[in-house]
Structure formats: C-alpha cells, structure tokens
C-alpha cells in the first residue's frame, strides 16, 4: 500500500492532479480547512495562474526564481555534504532533509530579519535564509556544542529536539510581540508527527485565545521516522487548526513559489494583528529520518519514486528551462556556487573550535553556584593528577 | 514595618517587581478577576491591565512553554502553578526548555522565569491539592528552588526570584498563607542573597534542617525541647537548589546531631541529599548518623489520614531523641540508647 492509501484518501498531491485543485486560502475560522492544495507550478514544471496568490508573490521575476532556485541547490547541495561528513566519521549524526527544499526555502525566504523562528531539528535550509554561519550548522551534530549559534544573532532559536515545544515557545514569542507593539512574527516549524503532541495543540490553542502574530508552518514530510502521517491524521492536517479558531491553508510543499506566496499571506495577516495562521505544506523526506536511519525498513520504493517524480528542484528547472532562465552561464555559476558553500562547510567543521573538558561546567547557571563550582573544582584536580603520572590516564 | 499575612506578602513583592520592571508578566490560571485561588494575585490585574496579568487557557505546558518565548523575547515571566499537583503536565517545559536553554546557548539565551506553585498538605484538600513535588526540581540541573517560610522572606525573596537571570521555582507553603508577620517593605531586595540559608534559633545540641511549611514546627519543636533540656538550632533553608551547605556544616561542626525533616516522602528527597553530602562533609564529627523525619513513600493520602502522613512536632521530637541515643518511638521506652 502506497501512503496514500495511508491517508484513507484525502488526497496527497498526485503530481500533475494536484496542479488542478482551486487552491483556496481558508480566510477565517468561520470556513472549515479543506484539503485543496495551493499550487502554482506543477510538478512537471508547468506555471498554472492562480486566481488569489498570483498578486502575492506578483514581484518575482525571473531573476527571483533564479535566486530561489539557487538556494535550493546550495541547501541540497549542503545537505549532501553534511551526509558524507557523517559518512566520514566527522559528524556522530545528520538529519537530511532532501526533498523539503522548496518548503523551506519558499517560507524562508518570506521572512523579514525581525522576525523570529522557532523550528526543529532539520530545518538547516531555514537557517541558511537566516544567514547562519554554516559551520554553526554542524556543532551539534559534531558534538561540539549543544546548540550552533546565539539565537539573537540571527532570531532563529537554535532547533529544538523535543518534538513540538518550540510551537510554545514561538507562541510566547508572539505574545511578547503584542506587548511591545511590534510588527514583528513569530514563525514555527514542525512536522506532521509534532501535531499529535498536546505541546503543539495547546500553542493553537493560545495563539487563539490571544490572536498572538505567529504561524505554525508545518511540514507533513508523510514521515515521523518509520510512522506515516496515515497513522497520525485521519484527516489532512490543515483541517484540525479552524477548529481552534485559525485559518489554514494547504500548499504543495515541493512548489518554492506556492510556499513562500501562503507564507508572505500567513504574515501579512500576522502583521496587521489578524492573528495566527496555520500552513501545511505537503512535501516528502526523501531521505532517511537521520543518518542512523533505514527506511527501507518501513517503506515502499516506489512511494520514493513516485515523489522524486515531483522533486521541487527538477521541476523548477524545468520551469526556467523553459523561460530560457537556465543557460550555461547561470548553471555553471550556481554549481559554482554550491561547490564553495560546500567547501566553506567542510572546512568549517574540520576546523572546528575542541571543547575542553572544564566546559561542561559553564552556563549552567548565569550567576555562580557553590556546589557546581565544587564539583567542578574537584574534576578539575582530579584530570590534573594524571599530568602528574603521564602513563596512566583515565580508564 | 508592616504586619501582613503571608500571601498579602507575596502579593506586595510582585506588585513592588511589576512596578519596577515593565517587562514582569503573570501568567497563571485564575489570577486576573479572581486574583488566583488562593488571591495572591489579587488586584494586580486590576492595576496592571490584562497584558501583564495575564489569565490563561487551562493548560499548563502552554502557560509554561508560552513564558519561554516571553522570556525569548526579553521578559520576566512569572507563572503561577494553581496546586502543586497540576505541575506535572508543565514538566517537559521545565525540565527540558526552562532549565537548560541557558546552557544549550551557551549563555546567549537567559530564562528569567519564576514559577510560583503553592505546595505541601494540610489544608484537608482531595489529591493533587497537597504534594510537594520539590526533590524533582531540585535534581534538575539550571534550575533555582527556593521555599519561603514566613512573610518576610516571601515579601524579599518573590523579589529575588522575578530579578534572578536564572529560573526560580518558589515553593509558596498554602497552609501558611494566612499567617501573619511584620513585613518591612522598605528593605533592598538586592543586599541579601536568596541562596543563604537562615539560623532561626541557635542551640548546640542538635541541628535540625527544614524549609517551607515546617520551618515554623520546627521552631515550636526547639521550645518544646527546651523544655526538655536540649538545645536544638533551627536552620531553615530557604534555597533548596543550591543548598547553602556551608551553613548547614558550620552547625553540624558544632552540634555534631543532624535531623532533617520535609512534608515531602522520604526516599530520593531533600533529607537523602542533605544527609549524605553533610556525612561526607563531617563525618568526624558526627555523633550520630543523621535522621530523616520526613512524609512517608506513599502517595499523598485523603485528608482526614494526611496529619499520620505529615511530619509535626512530636515527629520532629522522636527523631530529635533518635538522634540523641535517647528513648524513643524505635528503640522501645525501656530500651535506655537503643540502637535505632
């Protein structure tokens, strides 16, 4: 059974079929979530107008679609990078998320600096929209730290492990906003399997009680590790947010234009104190749900065929191909530049800062702190004792 | 100097913390209109409008989780938990987001939460209204417990809390709320330290360790032994994550006697902790090993058993006599310095 029947027909995009949905925002808590999904190129890479989202994204010309398409290389191209690091032996762990370039970075890239994101774990081609510095990517995952970066820095948390808290978290974050008077949006990323946690319902929950400038962009990549959605959702996901008072939209998360146009709507509605908005974007994990995955184990190869058909790459590709947007020059200098943001990444975790041994101590506390300092004072003598003995060494 | 009852105490801090930094939000259930259940919040709504009081949706993952993005964005939650047994479902955000952002960011994220939660028994409550759930804050790394014993220390040390870049759980004894002190609401919050523990009565014959809704049995129980011929110092802890140890040991030197009591069970709580630091600290100058009187291992039970469950004075005194090598409640009244 492919995962579509998973999904007890509620109609998955099934390529070019699902280019013909009418792909209607739902504009308010008053119209329940239907399952028709936003799409405005197709998966062979056809550009279908659209009667509401055209205007919102009505400034991307073909340049912008070169630079979207761009990102996307480079965020693959990361990707695979970071995958053969671990392969190497240079990172203990890596969740790839090959397949779920469009998503992010049509949402990423509707972003504006002030606004803050709080996402998971694989949302690496969000963070490289942020500016991230791209070794800071990888600390975590080396082992060198537990998180890669100073969240202010770029105002995006660093990614979250628990599944689901950051909604909170971004929800709080949009609260705060109101109480500043800001303009600003707090914006989530999770996965389909994060919506079966009572943290993500009690955000929507919040975000409605007080309409707080937040979006909930949640990736149905179809998997939660080995889980299918089917197991998660009786119904597309997108349904469940009227019911708390918040519109949704469900958008082919494998189209880059379709996300960042419902994400720039999400916003704008976020901004002008219209509240939240809930986005599911419908893509795919075409790879593992981490490197010490194997998810031949639990799914079906021709599930990943019939979705590498749909890859957001290809068929952008396709779409400036076919504008004359892809000759030598510019292929030649986004390969280019995707060599050198992989090289710039290699080299930044070969190179990589070693923690020392006293580190472990730091940060627990901002103020200091009698017992930990003690703790500490001992550990530290104690490693000191070996350089008095060179030939033995801890056990 | 003013006379207060405790909750009024706690109160008068958080509107003197409200007053002084804009960026103070309550969050809890109940607080707004009605000012909480036990009214501790009473007014502050009223006086600080409803995007600094504010009354949540009854969820308490979601208060706590929304108080870290507050936090994220630079403000000073300060959550009340209505009961001590309705924590748990916020657990997950203070285990794994409250307590360790600031070392996951290593520094760069600061969590200025105060999570205010009434606790402990004796108020003839159903279940979940009377735990005292302490020991699974204190074995938690990043965060801060205090508990507050009389309306002085509630009036400085909500203050302390709420200005601590570090979170604060604060054990609020409910069946002390209407107690009354002198409250000098004048004092800096800033000139003491919130981690010291406090020398409620000097003696040296035995030292005997509390915090929270015991501190004033405690002292009703050196009185008693008074009485009896024995001097008994009281140390109430006030901070229970980090233990102020040093007091505790400069007493222990002294006495050479170590109880412990807590309305929390016994096994894994604060009296394990305190006893068997303080018998690596000074061993040799025990006399004694020390002694827990404490809840039993048991869940909390109906009210009309709770006071078989919770420790009180004559508890307190039995295991001051075990301590002592003297007759008592395990060593059989004609069994003069029993083992125990």
């Known amino acids: 059974m492919t995962q579509d029947g998973d999904q007890r027909g509620q109609g998955i995009p099934g390529g070019d079929d699902a280019g013909s949905a009418s792909g209607t925002v739902f504009p308010g808590p008053a119209r329940a979530g239907g399952d028709d999904l936003v799409q405005l190129i197709d998966a062979s890479g056809v550009r279908h107008p659209h009667g509401h989202y055209d205007d919102l994204v009505a400034d991307v010309d073909g340049a912008a679609l070169q630079k979207l398409y761009e ?82 820095t770029i105002n995006m948390a660093t990614p979250q492990v628990i599944i689901g808290a950051q909604t909170l978290h971004a929800t709080g974050y949009a609260m705060g906003i109101i109480n500043d008077g800001a303009d600003a949006v707090a914006v989530t990323y999770f996965g389909d399997g994060a919506t079966s946690q009572g943290d993500v319902n009690e955000a929507m929950v919040f975000a409605a009680s007080y309409q707080a400038p937040v979006v909930f962009f949640c990736q149905n990549n179809h998997w939660a590790i080995s889980e299918p959605v089917g197991l998660q959702a009786h119904v597309p996901i997108a349904r469940r947010a009227p019911g708390f008072g918040i519109p949704s939209v469900r958008v082919d998360g494998n189209d880059v234009l379709a996300c960042l146009a419902v994400t720039r709507e999400a916003l704008a509605r976020a901004r002008s104190g219209g509240g939240p908005t809930f986005i599911e974007a419908v893509t795919y994990r075409m790879g593992p749900h981490t490197t010490a995955d194997d998810p031949t184990r639990y799914r079906d190869a021709n599930e990943l065929e019939d979705w590498a058909a749909r890859d957001p790459l290809a068929r952008l590709a396709t779409l400036l191909d076919s504008l004359g947007l892809l000759e030598a020059d510019y292929s030649d200098s986004v390969k280019a530049k995707a060599d050198a943001v992989a090289a710039e990444l290699r080299e930044g975790c070969l190179s990589m800062a070693e923690p020392v041994p006293s580190d472990v101590f730091r940060h627990v506390y901002s103020a200091p702190n009698a017992e930990l300092d003690r703790q500490q004072d001992h550990y530290e003598r104690y490693l000191a004792s070996f350089a008095q003995a060179p030939q033995e060494g801890p056990r | 100097m003013s006379t207060m009852t405790f909750g009024r105490a706690i109160n008068a801090g958080l509107r003197r913390a409200m007053d002084e930094d804009p960026k103070v939000v309550l969050i809890g259930e109940d607080i707004g209109k009605l000012g909480g259940v036990f009214r501790i919040t009473d007014g502050l709504q009223k006086d600080f409008g409803p995007h600094r009081v504010l009354d949540s949706p009854l969820a308490e993952a979601g208060i706590m989780g929304t108080a870290v993005g507050m936090a994220y964005r630079g403000y000073r939650p300060v959550v009340e938990i209505q009961f001590d047994g309705f924590i748990y479902p916020a657990f997950d955000q203070i285990v794994c987001q409250v ?97 010291a523990a406090r020398v409620v009565t000097e003696g040296t014959d035995v030292t005997l360790v509390t ?34 140890f040093a007091t505790v040991e400069s007493s222990v030197r002294k006495t050479g006697r170590l109880v412990v009591t807590h309305e929390a069970a016994r096994s894994g709580g604060l009296g394990a902790e ?67």
């Open chain 1, 71 to 152: 990102d996307m290389v480079v965020v693959r191209r990361i990707d695979a990078e970071a995958t053969a690091l671990q392969r190497q032996g240079e990172l203990a762990l890596w969740p790839p998320l090959l397949g779920q370039e469009a998503a992010q970075i049509g949402s990423g890239r509707a972003l504006r600096s002030d606004d803050f994101v709080f996402s998971s774990y694989r949302e690496n081609a969000v963070a490289y929209c942020r500016g991230v510095d791209l070794a800071d990517i990888l600390r975590v995952w080396r082992g060198n730290a537990s998180s890669g970066w100073d969240p202010y």
């Open chain 2, 211 to 244: 915090y929270g809704p015991l501190v004033p049995t405690a002292r009703d129980a050196a009185i008693a032994a008074a009485d009896d011929g024995l001097s008994l110092e009281v140390i109430d802890l006030r901070s229970l994550a980090p233990i102020d």
């Open chain 2, 274 to 340: 305190i006893a068997a630091s303080i018998t690596e600290r000074c061993f040799d100058y025990l006399e004694h090993a020390p002694v827990r009187v404490t809840g039993f291992d048991i869940p909390y039970p109906y009210s009309k058993l709770e006071f078989h469950h919770l420790p009180d004075l004559d508890r307190i005194l039995d295991g001051v006599d075990r301590v002592m090598r003297r007759p008592n409640s395990l060593s059989g009244l004609d069994v003069e310095g029993a083992a125990q």
């Open chain 2, 99 to 195: 307590a360790k952002l600031h070392y996951r960011t290593q520094g760069a994220v600061r969590m200025p939460i105060t999570i205010r939660v009434p606790f402990g028994g004796g108020i003839g409550s159903p279940e979940h209204h009377s735990e005292s759930p302490e020991a699974y804050f204190t074995h938690t790394s990043g965060l801060r417990v205090v508990s507050v014993s009389n309306p002085q220390d509630a009036y400085t040390m909500i203050q302390q809390a709420i200005a601590s870049d570090d979170p604060v759980l604060y054990f609020e004894p409910k069946r002390r709320y209407h107690v009354k002190g002198e409250v000098d609401e004048g004092i800096d919050p800033t000139v003491s330290d919130m981690g």
